[in-house]
């Protein structure tokens, strides 16, 4: 006879001891789909809902770009969210009804619907040098009734290409190749004039 393992035992523990708490909960971290574990480990029962990422998909290296997170369906009463991303070099920055905890951001409190959508804004930094950037988002929906039964959670990601850079390319010595086009202007006419002076 197989007994399930302590691990498992612990994080179902932890749910059904924690149930109220975790539906009023005012956000987790490490719930964003970036690892095997997402919002739905507790928070079951209720019709999966649709999550979507909306932002540019391309950003200039250092550059910030705006994102929004939207959560329709499910039980659709309130909803939360966690967003991560792949690149250590990038920085997520929090909108009004988010907070930044570890490099990810989660929500502030279980956000009412509006129209039929729950939403949440935040902002992208992209590192200071090409590359790519991933993000990793869960939009949980739940039904408003202080438990985590009859919610539901969806995962979603977006890719964000980084290019070129935003800081001045300069040549060797110090000067950039516009500022040292007129020295050696300069150079060029006044040797000419010496030459001419010679033959004359």
Do not use: W
Not at 185 to 193: D, E, M, Q, Y
């Amino acid at each position: 006879m197989k007994f399930p393992s302590y691990g498992a035992a612990g994080v179902l523990t932890a749910c059904l001891l924690s149930a109220p708490a975790l539906a009023n909960s005012a956000g987790m971290t490490a719930n964003s789909g970036k690892t095997s574990q997402t919002c739905s480990t507790c928070h079951t029962g209720g019709s999966a809902p649709t999550v979507e990422l909306t932002g540019p998909t391309t950003l200039a290296a250092g550059a910030t770009g705006q994102y929004k997170l939207t959560i329709t369906g499910g039980p659709g009463l309130k909803g939360g969210m966690n967003v991560a991303v792949d690149n250590t070099a990038a920085s997520l920055e929090p909108g009004t009804d988010t907070k930044k905890q570890s490099n990810e951001l989660t929500h502030k409190a279980a956000k009412p619907a509006a129209s039929g959508a729950i939403t949440f804004d935040f902002s992208l930094v992209a590192p200071p040098s090409a590359g790519t950037v991933k993000l990793f988002a869960a939009g949980n929906s739940v039904n408003g009734d202080n438990n985590v039964t009859g919610d539901a959670a969806a995962v979603t990601t977006l890719s964000v290409t980084v290019t070129g850079s935003n800081e001045p390319v300069e040549e060797e010595g110090g000067c950039s190749s516009t500022g040292g086009a007129p020295v050696v202007a300069f150079a060029l006419t006044a040797g000419l004039a010496l030459l001419r002076r010679r033959r004359n």
